[in-house]
């Protein structure tokens, strides 16, 4: 028995490349964590230098060297296992690092501020950043929805529902349908952004004590260095603010599932209708060597599943006691960042599969009449519903479905023999409702609505 | 052995009373359900009259009759349980129902429409009445939050992190954070309301094919009869409405647990410093007779535990197939019910537990002197910090507040004990340190902005 | 605008006759919710008869009175949400109901429990019941899969992977891995009997100090009464037993949604190779006269999405304080019935529709044809590989089903044209490579296997 | 505004040290994960030289290779990316690899396997030294609450229901409860243990095509060789194996996170009966310098918050479709290892902070005091309740305590002045009711239940 051998030292990133983007993982990086705590500390020493309330020199010492580089992050990790929180070891390092080159400076590092202030307003930075990058590759993804939309505004398709052949669409609304989501999605992140982007600090328990009456204008000046809101009161164990960031990216992200689970259902090998861009080596298999996977849905989907569950955390950890949680707050410290970068690698899949879709029109046409006319039946029945109202006529044509399986012949021709029918539709009437081309109904206005309203962002 | 008998026919509503308020469960009853889809069925001849596309006096006919005391409920239910939709069998007996009276008018039911239009919209209009319910008691339990942020503005009270005595803050700051939470969730809540409370009309597979080139301006009446907003497209397949309701009701019930935590903490023996109204009957034990239980928060803890994985189900659900979804639609519609009525039950429990909790200002002020000094170490550090720097000085209380553990003594005496603190702090310095009155920051400013913002509403 | 009346009395149960079966709403109504309380209170009252600590005569007057027809479930309602919990207004109500026949009987109703042993130890009763239920579908869902798997061992059928066409199975085989998992998930339901039907009985902090030293001798005889198994201590805070249940029951949702994926896709309209069995008026359409939409796949995926948020729930409710939780144990009360009830529903609607499954074979063999070769893909490939290494025949198939699929040949004619492969394979070896049932590997052998086992049951 | 820098290239591993354990990182990182693939090749080629399906030499030479330290990493999760699978890349790298020694052998490499016999295996091989490693710590867990149990058997503290005094019980009751929980959760991991630790080795399809009739000998010789059981067929596309270990380890951090509430609560500032160890460093403040943050309690909490909502991500994406799933299966791949890493680390922490918990005795009886006798209410009324029944006893104390409150006065007190019970108990009935140590039940035989289990182990 060869053994399992375990010798490597940290958990595992080997999915990162599949999961997320390059950008995302560097927000929600190490340094990138680290960072958004340095930068806070730089913005809280120039304000408080500012406001009089530590020397000048003292500030742009300490400013000078918030930069991630000269810390080390090994060590960081490692104290910050030992105190419970990162930023503890984060400004003992910092003191470290200006008192090396100014010993004077260093006794102002972190001046009348706690731990989570500086996390906080930290994961803000990061936050801010992040929704920036998911902001364009909405935009991204918009636009590539939009094209879809009038590149096939009236093409036709089978709606389908609960798996089953409906009535005709087109695949231009299909896309559209698509395209508003993403849109109203959209609007949702810019309406969270003001209030979720907004500055922490409050001092060991919320007060700011220790900065005496200057603590309120310490806060503005920091608020407005960071390009933050300034809220009304400290905020560090009410956490509605990162979990609403949660819950914009895990709206997204289910709708990101719905598009994936759409073109995964039309790229099955039995339809055929898209199929994710080809790519040498994208979607093999190391058993059969015909296969091309879509590997781009697979990773939406997934995420579809794991997302809620992780917002689902955000918002059970808001349950934090007092002043500061024992427990809530430690739970966001991996799960917000997991939110981000499984949204962003979600995104970013879906735009590039959107982008380049392979789309089959041909397969969706051969696809509509397999059914032998069956997905007519509802545009049969609104024909006889004018004389025999509008259930008798679901009812006739019903029954005319069923013979039309049993008996493997073609909806219309039952219909035609039907003599109630002929009463009431001439051959030319059914040609009209057997001409998918008269079912399409307001498709092509539905997609002019929301194209229009997509060119207007 | 005695059997488990099993002979009831529906399942348990034992504890609606409890964790439900009675306008709610009104709004998710069967009959507020099946009101939804009846209202819709009225609307919608009301506008094909309007519009020419079936007769007015057949509208009247079925919109007189659109009245739930007119149906029976348990044929519903089980038509729908063989349907697979609830909207199938509430279209036969409506068909029933108007024939009954009027033949002709009976042949115009439901035109043009599919079930999912009926049970969108009727979602849509119980989904609006129960954020009003919301919004109604959100108000109230912003009230009476106000009300503690100003009579307990500078009432000193141990602030409290990670379970752990931390610093002086007030009461009526704590109360203020609650209210600055909750006024952001009347924000979001008021936000969502246009993009949430839209009209589903779409017919078969969503292009409105049945109705013609008259499906839009239908569509319009409609929206206008119902005083809903008209969406760009129908949306049956795109979830993201519904499950926003999700989202934003998730994030006030965090919130609403975060409070119930805090006054269950302070209402422990131990602490006492604040207990649930006291009202006969309420919270008792069937073995001790002493107990007063705070029954009204573990009712919101519950919904805390609770709703925010009733709103994964809702986010993973949003992934449905084409035209309409198979299993993820499904999944909604007790799952949405249920976390309306879960919020509005928990948000009730805690305004009643806030507009007459029992506050103890005395207990505070005892909790505080609790450590011997140790809840003004922070206090102590920054007095020392200017002169040694603020890490130094922050090490320096550190030892002496372990010191002063140690040997059962108060921090100041063991400070003042400290040759190097004796240079820096007088005892009338030590004496300004060493008073909880000279500690609370800002709580009294943060506490009016928050006020003047809740006033402002 | 009509007015969107509210005036219903309870939540909704119009969904339970789609969603769960009648049984298992039965054991989980207010009726068994309240028996399983009596049948606790019977069981406690003769077992402290036996012991001495109670008089016989009034345990046998108190044992005869629990019986659930004989109480007003309002009222219990209106008490348990003033109370805080479901016992105390049924102890109330009993000692009334046997204080009118028997005053002195009365003074023993209850003796030395607390709440929360009538409730956990009647939620076991219910449980017991519930298993019982769900092992008896079990045993019909085996039964029809074990015959699935035997009627169709070697009937050929398009393996599926990431929804494309992988490599030829057999329709037997999906069934018996089917059956596999069933049966794994009846292994694991029986071993968690045990551990899972354990008595709740420890009076008011879990010492039953009320009973002096008889305590145990008293435990002893309840669980032998009520054939349930004695547990070391009493478990009030202890929630593993319930919430073993609750995964137990999550994971064999899970497979019956997986069940349900695969029957729901082939049932799609292009694949057409199974058809949930028809009835009249099943899954019919409001608008569309056609359908006959699969409701039973579509319970089951529900159940699929919404089942794993409620275990969560339970896991996350584990976290109870101290010796009875505040918030984490009513969390419980709905969550923990709404499982059992889903799952039976699930179960129910599966079993049901495996038990009379349409196949189509001819579909199936069909499907298998579609892709010109493709799905032989892997066997042409291993017939390569002898010669030339594994990663070289896949790498030349490979490039060979691009060719086939750009020039729309078939994958034979493809390879026979390779020079290559013409110096390997002869015209007979390419006969027995393209030739489906050369190619089934173990699939009988594996569906005999599984067939065996399941005999053994 | 000081840019938000982001250059770092991998997703943060900033938390492991304080959320994992060195050792269970090490089994889940990406070196982990690869040896757990190569070993499966190794094995491969071993069994298929033990049946001749491959050259001896060649299964020597591949078997030799199959050492992670050989391999790129970062190529691999590149390569990955683009797969959509992570054995693809192993595979080509080991042939690569096999090749630069062995031309011949590299021919053989992942003979008649598919990427999921790989990654399900390897993934199966990691799982198993992830249960020896929490089966290590559970043994370490069991023994320090084995010892507190017995070293504080008739330790009186206030049992709390409800976050409010109840009655007395001992603290080594409470820790033999901790205790009972932990060892079912031992049985439990013991019971799933054969089931889940499986072979998975099926090929293209799961039949095993490409090994003709020689394909189960192979798999028999691979589960021997790996220790592993041969399932009955192979199971791709059904995860209730991985799903079991999941849920395993969901219900054992429920239970942790029991106790880490238990030990939080007790060790509040105004509680103080127990401390977790305290140790240079650990639990500080960047602002607060007397704080001593419970840090491992904080760990365990936020375990038990994030684990439920992972476990309902391997729950729903048990939903995976036909042979192998699209999204289902990928969501598991770093779900799972986080179930591990989480429940690791939490358990860790639980253990470190049991085997030297502070316990304050002297505490634990001053709170019990603090309620002027109320916490024996239970006591006095099961005193009464011989003479006047049950409920009326109940009722008379509870008036009684509700005077002792209101007029402050010690409940004995209220209760010798009340003339019914003056007729009932004697000042030396009084003087045992309000004994603590007399109302201890039996609670030292349920510990000695308890630990004797234990032993047993």
């Not at 055929?272 to 298999?285: K, L, N």
């Not at 569950?309 to 917000?336: F, I, K, N, P, Y």
């Amino acid at each position: 028995l060869q053994e399992h051998a375990v010798t490597a030292e940290q958990t595992s990133n080997w999915f990162d490349p599949l999961f997320t983007t390059d950008g995302m993982r560097a927000v929600f990086s190490d340094r990138g964590r680290l960072q958004g705590m340095l930068t806070f500390e730089a913005a809280l020493a120039r304000a408080e230098a500012v406001e009089g309330v530590i020397p000048e020199p003292a500030a742009a010492a300490i400013a000078s060297h918030c930069r991630a580089e000269l810390f080390d992050i090994q060590a960081l990790a490692r104290g910050g296992a030992l105190a419970g929180n990162s930023a503890i070891p984060v400004v003992r390092q910092l003191i470290e690092i200006v008192g090396g080159s100014d010993a004077e400076a260093a006794r102002y590092v972190h001046w009348g501020a706690t731990s989570q202030d500086a996390m906080d307003t930290g994961l803000v930075l990061q936050l801010r950043t992040a929704i920036d990058l998911i902001d364009a590759d909405l935009a991204r993804l918009s636009d590539a929805l939009a094209r879809l939309a009038e590149d096939y505004r009236l093409t036709p398709i089978a709606g389908r529902t609960w798996l089953q052949h409906a009535a005709p669409v087109t695949f231009g609304l299909k896309a559209a349908g698509w395209l508003s989501a993403v849109e109203r999605h959209r609007d949702r992140i810019r309406a969270a952004r003001p209030r979720v982007l907004a500055l922490q600090f409050g001092g060991a328990a919320g007060t700011l004590d220790a900065l005496g009456d200057q603590g309120l204008r310490v806060a503005e000046a920091m608020a407005e260095d960071l390009h933050l809101s300034l809220p009304d009161l400290p905020w560090h164990a009410h956490r509605d603010r990162p979990a609403e960031v949660a819950t914009a990216l895990g709206l997204l992200v289910g709708t990101l599932g719905k598009v994936a689970r759409d073109i995964s259902l039309m790229g099955q090998t039995e339809v055929g209708e898209v199929a994710e861009p080809g790519e040498s080596g994208r979607g093999g298999s190391s058993a059969m060597p015909h296969k091309r996977n879509p590997v781009r849905s697979a990773v939406v989907l997934a995420a579809a599943v794991r997302v809620p569950a992780l917002v689902s955390v955000m918002l059970a950890a808001m349950v934090q006691d007092h002043e500061r949680g024992l427990g809530g707050w430690h739970a966001e410290w991996e799960t917000l960042p997991e939110i981000c970068t499984l949204t962003a690698g979600a995104l970013g899949q879906l735009t590039r599969a959107m982008a380049d879709l392979e789309v089959h029109p041909e397969r969706m046409q051969q696809n509509l009449g397999a059914t032998h006319g069956l997905i007519l039946a509802a545009a049969a029945a609104t024909a006889l519903a004018r004389k025999l109202g509008r259930q008798p006529a679901h009812d006739l044509v019903e029954r005319a479905c069923r013979r039309a399986v049993d008996e493997g012949r073609h909806l219309r021709e039952v219909l035609a023999d039907d003599p109630q029918v002929r009463t009431i539709l001439s051959e030319a009437d059914l040609d009209r409702v057997f001409d998918v081309g008269n079912h399409l109904g307001l498709a092509g206005m539905f997609v002019d609505r929301v194209v229009a309203n997509h060119a207007r962002e």
